[in-house]
């Protein structure tokens, strides 16, 4: 009888020690590799004259310029990109108000693969972002940054491309 009581309590001991393990994101900081690619990013505006208040949409295109299929994140807005004003001087135009995103850890749900020499173009709406910046009459630089993060933080088991890519600026003026 003793041994039964043994051996119910190893396998629930064993049984509660897997399920934290599945809980929390350390076993996949073991499984994850990085994968190594050369990505790009291009942003284009739907408009780069634009009267002052107007809010216009941001194109952008991903390129896996590299030799292997790589899998990347779902691009979601100030989850994995960004885009950002800048004065010509450089000096970036600070954020007044922007929504608030709930973000919840990515899984393998949230990878997207990419073939060499293939594209991914994605668009972010004006409605979503046009509380973001006042820019008033004047010069300026758009420019778009798409990350990502550690494996520790996320629940993927897939390998995925792991850094920062940023595009180069494009002239916007403000009427």
């Not at 973001?132 to 420019?143: A, H, N, S, V």
């Not at 990350?147 to 003026?173: H, L």
């Amino acid at each position: 009888m003793r041994q039964i009581y043994l051996i119910i309590s190893a396998v629930l001991i064993l049984l509660v020690v897997s399920l934290w393990l599945f809980s929390t994101p350390i076993p996949y900081k073991f499984l994850v590799k990085p994968q190594h690619g050369n990505l790009t990013l291009t942003v284009v505006p739907e408009k780069t004259r634009i009267n002052e208040g107007e809010a216009f949409d941001v194109a952008f295109m991903l390129e896996n310029h590299g030799k292997n299929s790589i899998n990347i994140w779902k691009p979601e807005w100030l989850v994995n990109y960004d885009i950002a004003f800048y004065y010509l001087n450089g000096t970036p135009v600070p954020k007044y108000h922007c929504p608030l995103i709930q973000r919840v850890q990515m899984t393998d749900k949230n990878l997207i693969e990419l073939k060499p020499g293939q594209a991914l173009k994605f668009v972010l709406k004006a409605d979503v972002w046009r509380n973001c910046w006042i820019l008033k009459k004047g010069e300026y630089l758009l420019k778009a940054a798409y990350f990502t993060g550690n494996p520790e933080n996320e629940r993927i088991t897939k390998p995925y491309w792991m850094g920062r890519v940023e595009s180069g600026g494009v002239r916007v003026v403000v009427e």
